[in-house]
């Protein structure tokens, strides 16, 4: 089980990135995906969820109305397109999956938010 996760850089508060996780190693359609951040100093956040089918997605609320959560299931790719950038999201991101008993993660991908 393999998470890569990308598209992270430096953007402007207003701007906006998207990200993407691609996955390998397992039946990515029959699974549950989470994006998390954390800044140091401080507990990795989930910000958004979305179900195995792609009918249900949660946000957290900081960044509910802002990020949308998405997935291609023939591609094994989830994306999180982030608009309406703030300093304050400024942090690693990750993709996440829970497969059995095992937790995966993706290795990370910075996103900076600076004028």
């Known amino acids: 089980v393999q998470l890569m996760a990308s598209g992270g850089g430096l953007v402007q508060p207003g701007g906006s990135l998207r990200l993407a996780c691609v996955a390998s190693?397992?039946?990515?359609?029959?699974?549950?995906i989470s994006w998390y951040r954390q800044v140091p100093g401080k507990e990795r956040e989930r910000i958004a969820f979305?179900?195995?089918?792609?009918?249900?997605?949660t946000y957290a609320d900081s960044v509910k109305g802002r990020f949308t959560i998405s997935r291609d299931n023939f591609k094994s790719i989830s994306y999180l397109q982030m608009n309406s950038l703030k300093p304050e999201d400024t942090a690693a991101y990750y993709c996440?999956?829970?497969?059995?008993?095992?937790?995966?993660w993706g290795q990370g991908t910075q996103v900076t938010v600076s004028s």
């Open positions: 996440r999956v829970v497969v059995g008993v095992m937790t995966t």
């Open positions: 190693g397992f039946r990515f359609s029959r699974y549950d």
């Open positions: 979305i179900s195995d089918s792609g009918d249900r997605t």
